[in-house]
């Protein structure tokens, strides 16, 4: 028990700030997407882009190619800032370095897109009224029509991470239009089915419905935000330190994602906390929950009396994965507690067009070496630039 209240305790928090800190933070730690960018690559352009529903979205761009555009999508209570951390050794970096033409979306309610055309999010919770189903219904078809206006482009490439996948599958499936705007998917970790999660990620999300109604009942729409009380204390408790590696990433990131640990060194723990986690509504968390706990790829489910006024059904309807029709290539690890191989199998079976599925070789591979792993980069990205430039 004292394991999984520190993991919740851990979830609960963002940067590294300390001031009482040992050792010194690494500039990358504090810099933005935009930083980053022009420290690695000398370049980046970045836009302000409004969702039908009014959400103002953050999106960063590394210019190259116009006519090899690629867009990346963040995963839960993530930014785009997790495909750039690594510095040149980033896949954000490495594809610029090749000409791809960037892009990086900011899904609404992070750090990046808390902003809205009339709600505040600080005072309206009507904003946080949200979750997976509105960043693929809205969010993403906003980004990827701008990005082929701007590039003069019938189609783009995209690579999803995580959550970052889920919202692409809802597109595909509620707007199927979109599916021949893209010309290859390719899904890092892909989250769809959520029924054989592994612990103590299962554990988290058994527990979840309690801290939701916790939430709820505090009128906490908001989970995880850059600059709320629980980012503070997890700022003094995960310090740069030795301690901190091991109260942090040892003793409990790593116990809901798998680990490696040679693989995330203590000096790169401020990096990750400099730009991780970066907020979301405590919705979207609900209904990452609600498809493990229903065993069903399914709309947020408002329970009977509010499906029936959102759906005119009882039960929320499931999502329609035989419309997904563009190209999607599948990438799993074996050490993933999230994404596991049974679950992207379950996947597999109901996408009418997986062009490629590869099953990561190192077994100790996890949920989150795909974006911070230090050798990801050999043992990964060579893999991805196979696949882009066979279906660019």
Same mark, same amino acid.
Request: net charge positive; proline share 4%; with cysteine.
């Given at each position: 028990?004292?394991?999984?209240?520190?993991?919740?305790?851990?979830?609960?928090?963002?940067?590294?700030?300390?001031?009482?800190?040992?050792?010194?933070?690494?500039?990358?730690?504090?810099? *933005?997407?935009?930083?980053?960018?022009?420290?690695? $690559?000398?370049?980046?352009?970045?836009?302000?882009?409004? *969702?039908?529903?009014?959400?103002?979205?953050?999106?960063?761009?590394?210019?190259?190619?116009?006519?090899?555009?690629?867009?990346?999508?963040?995963?839960?209570?993530?930014?785009?800032?997790?495909?750039?951390?690594?510095?040149?050794?980033?896949?954000?970096?490495?594809?610029?370095?090749?000409?791809?033409?960037?892009?990086?979306?900011?899904?609404?309610?992070?750090?990046?897109?808390?902003?809205?055309?009339?709600?505040?999010?600080?005072?309206?919770?009507?904003?946080?009224?949200?979750? $997976?189903?509105?960043?693929?219904?809205?969010?993403?078809?906003?980004?990827?029509?701008?990005?082929?206006?701007?590039?003069?482009?019938?189609?783009?490439?995209?690579?999803?991470?995580?959550?970052?996948? *889920?919202?692409?599958? !809802?597109?595909?499936?509620?707007?199927?239009?979109?599916?021949?705007?893209?010309?290859?998917?390719?899904?890092?970790?892909?989250?769809?089915?959520?029924?054989?999660?592994?612990?103590?990620?299962?554990?988290?999300?058994?527990?979840?419905?309690?801290?939701?109604?916790?939430?709820?009942?505090?009128?906490?729409?908001?989970?995880?935000?850059?600059?709320?009380?629980? *980012?503070?204390? !997890?700022?003094?408790?995960?310090?740069?330190? &030795?301690?901190?590696?091991?109260?942090?990433?040892?003793?409990?990131?790593?116990?809901?994602?798998?680990?490696?640990?040679?693989?995330?060194?203590?000096?790169?723990?401020? !990096?990750?906390?400099?730009?991780?986690?970066?907020?979301?509504?405590?919705?979207?968390?609900?209904?990452?929950?609600?498809?493990?706990?229903?065993?069903?790829?399914?709309?947020?489910?408002?329970?009977?009396?509010?499906?029936?006024?959102?759906?005119?059904?009882?039960?929320?309807?499931?999502?329609?994965?035989?419309? $997904?029709?563009?190209?999607?290539?599948?990438?799993?690890?074996?050490?993933?507690?999230?994404?596991?191989?049974?679950?992207?199998?379950?996947?597999?079976?109901?996408?009418?067009?997986?062009?490629?599925?590869?099953?990561?070789?190192?077994?100790?591979?996890?949920?989150?070496?795909?974006?911070?792993?230090?050798?990801?980069?050999?043992?990964?990205?060579?893999?991805?630039?196979?696949?882009? &430039?066979?279906?660019?």
């Amino acid at each position: 028990m004292r394991q999984i209240v520190m993991l919740l305790l851990i979830a609960s928090g963002s940067g590294v700030r300390t001031q009482n800190s040992l050792v010194d933070i690494p500039e990358d730690a504090v810099m *933005t997407f935009n930083d980053l960018a022009n420290k690695y $690559v000398h370049k980046c352009e970045e836009y302000d882009l409004i *969702t039908e529903d009014g959400y103002i979205l953050k999106l960063f761009r590394i210019p190259g190619d116009e006519r090899k555009p690629i867009l990346f999508i963040h995963g839960a209570v993530d930014s785009s800032d997790s495909f750039i951390v690594r510095g040149n050794s980033s896949l954000a970096v490495e594809l610029a370095k090749d000409n791809y033409d960037v892009w990086a979306i900011n899904l609404r309610g992070n750090r990046y897109s808390r902003r809205h055309t009339t709600m505040d999010p600080d005072t309206d919770s009507k904003f946080w009224a949200y979750s $997976v189903h509105q960043f693929g219904y809205y969010d993403l078809p906003t980004a990827i029509d701008f990005i082929l206006y701007k590039t003069k482009q019938n189609q783009l490439s995209s690579i999803g991470y995580s959550e970052g996948t *889920t919202t692409m599958y !809802v597109l595909g499936a509620t707007r199927p239009e979109y599916n021949d705007k893209v010309k290859i998917f390719i899904s890092l970790a892909p989250i769809c089915y959520l029924h054989n999660v592994l612990p103590y990620m299962s554990i988290a999300m058994d527990l979840a419905p309690i801290v939701n109604d916790a939430l709820k009942a505090l009128k906490q729409e908001e989970v995880l935000g850059s600059n709320s009380s629980s *980012t503070a204390f !997890v700022n003094t408790l995960c310090s740069p330190t &030795k301690i901190g590696y091991q109260l942090c990433l040892l003793n409990g990131l790593f116990l809901l994602t798998g680990a490696d640990a040679k693989e995330i060194e203590s000096s790169f723990l401020p !990096v990750i906390l400099g730009h991780f986690p970066a907020g979301t509504s405590r919705r979207n968390l609900l209904h990452l929950v609600q498809i493990r706990a229903k065993k069903r790829f399914a709309n947020y489910d408002f329970g009977m009396v509010g499906n029936l006024l959102h759906y005119n059904s009882l039960a929320a309807p499931e999502y329609n994965l035989s419309k $997904v029709t563009m190209k999607v290539a599948l990438i799993a690890a074996k050490n993933d507690k999230i994404s596991t191989i049974k679950d992207v199998n379950l996947l597999r079976k109901q996408l009418p067009n997986v062009v490629d599925y590869k099953i990561i070789k190192n077994k100790l591979f996890n949920h989150v070496d795909y974006i911070w792993g230090r050798s990801t980069h050999k043992t990964l990205h060579p893999y991805l630039f196979k696949l882009m &430039k066979k279906y660019q």
